[in-house]
């Protein structure tokens, strides 16, 4: 089982895993394979951790209040930044 975030911000299981990662602190999240999540795991291994989750998909990860990734989603972050309730609008927030 994963554990993964819903809309509300909340905890539950999952048989499926999630497609995005994000950081709870933060409130940021993005792709599996973010060059910024994973560089910050490896130079500080044990606390970034703490505040990884992860979203089934990211209109699930802007419904709990998380922000594209600056890094490794560039233009979706782009077009949040611009315009964040018309970014939602898109998902249909």
């Known amino acids: ?18 497609t995005f990662g994000g950081n709870s602190k933060q409130k940021i999240y993005g792709r599996l394979d973010c060059r910024s999540a994973l560089s910050t795991i490896r130079r500080f291994p044990g606390s970034y951790e703490e505040y990884r989750v992860f979203f089934a998909d990211e209109k699930t990860a802007l419904a ?4 594209p990734c600056g ?18 609008r898109k998902f249909g927030l």
């Open 1 to 18: 089982m994963y554990k993964l975030l819903g809309a509300d911000g909340k905890p539950y299981l999952s048989e499926t895993p999630g």
């Open 64 to 67: 709990a209040g998380y922000r």
């Open 71 to 88: 890094n490794c989603m560039r233009k979706q972050y782009q077009e949040y930044k611009d315009n964040p309730e018309k970014y939602r």
